[in-house]
């Protein structure tokens, strides 16, 4: 996990990453990470089309990964398997 680059939806507007929160009565929100980038760009596309262009893809190393999780306080990750699905696996770390 540590030597493998991961892909996240990244707001060009405020910074923002794309989060998920699979219990909406929940503040819990896990970050939606992506393996490739073209995943990342087809769940733009297929679930966000209008605002498709207010995002970018942000690349980063799993090393980089827990602190990007502490500083935003996530409460996990959500690892899209399909992104037209979409499939997302929820981890909590």
Request: without cysteine.
């Amino acid at each position: 996990m540590y030597s493998q680059i991961y892909y996240l939806l990244r707001s060009k507007i405020d910074g923002q990453y794309v989060t998920a929160r699979p219990n909406p009565d929940s503040v819990q929100g896990f970050l939606l990470i992506f393996s490739e980038d073209f995943e990342a760009l087809s769940y733009l596309n297929k679930h966000a089309r209008d605002v498709a262009d207010r995002f970018s893809v942000e690349s980063i190393s799993g090393s980089q990964l827990k602190g990007i999780l502490q500083r935003w306080g996530f409460t996990g990750v959500g690892m899209v398997k399909d992104s037209t699905g979409p499939r997302i696996e929820f981890m909590e770390l």
